[in-house]
């Protein structure tokens, strides 16, 4: 693997570690605890960060369709721990793969969303799906801080 993209997976990898420590040790009530109007449960954080980061890293840059049903994503409920967990690991494994098989010239190619016809660069896809996984973090650790906070 390139060097970038080996440095690119250890960010995703520590931020599915991060996500692995958020969730540890909860209860499916705190799972799918909604901190309040308009906000996501945990589960349903965890299930769409995993579908964004498949999308943007295999569906786009990756060109291998997931049949993602993103609406899906928000009514998980239910879900215990690890499965979601198993969820999130398929996903990097699956990043991984996509990171192995790309070159330097990659990250200008274009790719065509599935989702909405759109066109990326390899690049900006890698990054935006990087950046999703990132935001989603930081809200499954102050939806564990709240939860604590309240129980």
């Known amino acids: 693997m390139l060097p970038i993209f080996a440095d690119f997976l250890d960010r995703l990898e520590a931020m599915h570690a991060a996500i692995e420590k958020a969730v540890a040790g909860l209860p499916l009530e705190a799972l799918d605890w909604r901190p309040g109007l ?7 954080l965890v299930a769409h960060t995993a579908g ?3 999308y943007w890293i295999g569906d786009v840059a990756g060109q291998e369709p997931s049949g993602r049903v993103r609406e899906a994503e928000f009514e998980v409920a239910g879900v215990e721990t690890a499965v979601l967990l198993t969820r999130l690991q398929d996903v990097l494994t699956h990043s991984r793969t996509v990171l192995e098989s790309l070159t330097l010239a990659d990250l200008e190619q274009e790719r065509v969303s599935p989702r909405d016809g759109r066109v990326f660069t390899v690049g900006w896809a890698l990054l935006h799906g990087l ?6 973090t930081g809200h499954i650790q102050m939806t564990r801080q709240m939860w604590d906070n309240v129980n």
Do not use: G
């Open 38 to 44: 308009e906000m996501n449960s945990i589960a349903v």
């Open 52 to 54: 964004a980061e498949r």
């Open 131 to 136: 950046e999703h996984t990132a935001l989603h």
